[in-house]
Nanobody, 128 residues
């Protein structure tokens, strides 16, 4: 069974760039039918999809976060990363990396922990 593990700083200052890494257990990256995604949940709010990338480097961003987001693969290390620039306290959340079988741009898409494989999540606080 695939395992995903998030890593990164737990505290980021406002205006800085939040940088997170997801390490995927070896042997589970293929096939190219999954969307490797970052999803977050702010306190008291629902799950919010941020970005996804496929093995052939098709990339998708939530429109409202696109200007600040960057997702990429490091295949050699079996990792994919998220950069979120110009962080604000509104970016405070638990961030999850997810292997999702659903296309995040489909009209029916909604993130749910009952679908796909999820990391345990990492709490990130944006505060001075």
């Amino acid at each position: 069974q695939v395992q995903l593990q998030e890593s990164g700083p737990g505290l980021v200052k406002p205006s800085q760039t939040l940088f997170l890494t997801c390490t995927v257990s070896s042997g589970f990256i293929t096939p190219n039918s999954y969307y490797w995604s970052w999803i977050r949940q702010s306190p008291g709010k629902g799950l919010e999809w941020i970005a996804s990338i496929t093995l052939d480097h098709r990339i998708y961003y939530k429109p409202s976060l696109q200007s600040r987001s960057s997702i990429s693969w490091d295949m050699r290390r079996g990792q994919f990363t998220l950069q979120l620039s110009s962080a604000t306290p509104e970016d405070t959340a638990t961030y999850y990396c997810v292997r999702d079988p659903w296309n995040p741009t489909s009209k029916a898409y909604s993130p749910t922990k009952t679908r796909g494989s999820w990391g345990q999540g990492i709490q990130v606080t944006v505060s001075s």
